[in-house]
Protein backbone atom coordinates (compact mmCIF):
# COMPACT_ATOMS: atom_id res chain seq x y z
CA UNK A 1 0.00 0.00 0.00
CA UNK A 2 0.77 3.64 -0.69
CA UNK A 3 -0.04 6.63 1.67
CA UNK A 4 -0.45 9.84 0.93
CA UNK A 5 0.09 12.24 3.93
CA UNK A 6 -0.58 16.63 3.00
CA UNK A 7 0.31 19.08 5.40
CA UNK A 8 0.18 23.05 4.93
CA UNK A 9 -3.04 24.18 4.71
CA UNK A 10 -4.98 27.24 6.33
CA UNK A 11 -6.52 30.63 6.46
CA UNK A 12 -4.47 33.09 4.72
CA UNK A 13 -5.85 36.72 3.29
CA UNK A 14 -6.43 37.19 -0.46
CA UNK A 15 -2.54 37.98 -1.82
CA UNK A 16 -1.23 35.88 0.86
CA UNK A 17 0.73 32.53 0.25
CA UNK A 18 0.80 28.88 1.65
CA UNK A 19 2.78 25.75 0.66
CA UNK A 20 1.19 22.58 0.57
CA UNK A 21 3.79 19.75 1.22
CA UNK A 22 2.66 16.06 0.49
CA UNK A 23 4.89 12.83 1.01
CA UNK A 24 4.34 9.69 -0.01
CA UNK A 25 4.98 6.50 1.98
CA UNK A 26 4.53 2.86 2.13
CA UNK A 27 5.44 0.19 -0.48
CA UNK A 28 6.42 2.44 -3.16
CA UNK A 29 8.75 1.25 -6.31
CA UNK A 30 8.47 4.34 -8.34
CA UNK A 31 6.00 7.12 -8.25
CA UNK A 32 5.91 8.61 -11.99
CA UNK A 33 3.49 11.86 -11.50
CA UNK A 34 2.37 13.73 -8.95
CA UNK A 35 -0.47 16.38 -8.84
CA UNK A 36 -2.53 18.49 -6.39
CA UNK A 37 -6.48 18.62 -7.46
CA UNK A 38 -8.49 20.69 -5.60
CA UNK A 39 -12.94 20.62 -4.60
CA UNK A 40 -14.35 23.42 -3.78
CA UNK A 41 -18.11 23.65 -2.63
CA UNK A 42 -20.78 22.25 -5.14
CA UNK A 43 -17.58 21.82 -7.71
CA UNK A 44 -16.36 18.98 -9.15
CA UNK A 45 -12.87 17.98 -8.49
CA UNK A 46 -10.08 20.03 -10.78
CA UNK A 47 -6.65 19.19 -11.56
CA UNK A 48 -4.37 22.40 -10.44
CA UNK A 49 -0.62 21.35 -11.08
CA UNK A 50 1.01 18.24 -11.74
CA UNK A 51 4.71 17.04 -12.42
CA UNK A 52 6.31 14.26 -13.68
CA UNK A 53 9.34 11.92 -12.31
CA UNK A 54 12.11 13.83 -14.86
CA UNK A 55 10.47 17.81 -13.52
CA UNK A 56 7.78 18.63 -16.41
CA UNK A 57 5.10 20.41 -14.89
CA UNK A 58 1.64 20.97 -15.99
CA UNK A 59 -0.82 24.00 -14.29
CA UNK A 60 -4.80 25.27 -14.33
CA UNK A 61 -4.77 27.92 -16.64
CA UNK A 62 -6.48 29.81 -13.68
CA UNK A 63 -3.26 29.00 -11.63
CA UNK A 64 -0.16 30.02 -14.03
CA UNK A 65 2.19 32.27 -12.95
CA UNK A 66 0.79 32.28 -9.09
CA UNK A 67 1.48 28.39 -8.04
CA UNK A 68 4.52 26.65 -8.50
CA UNK A 69 4.83 22.69 -8.00
CA UNK A 70 7.99 20.75 -7.10
CA UNK A 71 9.10 17.38 -6.30
CA UNK A 72 11.82 16.08 -3.91
CA UNK A 73 11.88 12.48 -6.13
CA UNK A 74 14.27 11.03 -3.42
CA UNK A 75 11.99 12.06 -0.51
CA UNK A 76 8.98 10.99 -3.09
CA UNK A 77 7.36 14.39 -1.52
CA UNK A 78 5.75 16.76 -3.91
CA UNK A 79 4.85 20.31 -2.84
CA UNK A 80 2.54 23.30 -4.07
CA UNK A 81 3.77 26.98 -3.03
CA UNK A 82 0.49 29.39 -3.60
CA UNK A 83 1.31 33.07 -4.17
CA UNK A 84 -1.44 35.93 -5.12
CA UNK A 85 -3.91 33.28 -3.74
CA UNK A 86 -7.63 34.86 -4.61
CA UNK A 87 -11.15 34.30 -2.65
CA UNK A 88 -11.84 31.66 -5.50
CA UNK A 89 -8.61 29.22 -4.70
CA UNK A 90 -10.45 28.14 -1.55
CA UNK A 91 -10.86 24.66 -1.69
CA UNK A 92 -9.55 21.50 0.01
CA UNK A 93 -6.35 20.41 -2.07
CA UNK A 94 -5.58 16.29 -2.68
CA UNK A 95 -2.35 14.88 -3.24
CA UNK A 96 -2.56 12.13 -6.05
CA UNK A 97 0.42 10.35 -7.14
CA UNK A 98 0.46 7.71 -9.59
CA UNK A 99 2.85 4.69 -10.01
CA UNK A 100 4.12 1.33 -9.19
CA UNK A 101 4.13 -0.27 -5.53
CA UNK A 102 6.90 -2.32 -4.88
CA UNK A 103 5.06 -5.23 -3.70
CA UNK A 104 3.04 -6.27 -7.06
CA UNK A 105 4.49 -4.47 -9.56
CA UNK A 106 1.08 -3.23 -10.63
CA UNK A 107 0.33 0.74 -11.10
CA UNK A 108 -2.19 2.21 -8.70
CA UNK A 109 -3.42 6.10 -8.13
CA UNK A 110 -3.45 6.87 -4.94
CA UNK A 111 -4.93 9.86 -2.88
CA UNK A 112 -3.98 11.78 0.29
CA UNK A 113 -7.31 12.89 2.85
CA UNK A 114 -7.06 16.35 1.64
CA UNK A 115 -5.97 19.44 3.30
CA UNK A 116 -8.44 22.77 3.57
CA UNK A 117 -7.28 25.74 2.31
CA UNK A 118 -9.33 29.34 2.74
CA UNK A 119 -8.57 32.55 1.19
CA UNK A 120 -10.74 34.98 3.02
CA UNK A 121 -10.20 38.67 4.62
Known amino acids: QVQLVESGGGLVQPGGSLRLSCAAS????????MGWYRQAPGKQRELVASIIYLGSTNYADSVKGRFTISRDNAKNTVYLQMNSLKLEDTAIYYC???????????????WGQGTQVTVSS
Open 26 to 33: GSIFRISV
Open 96 to 110: NARGVDSVNYRPGNY
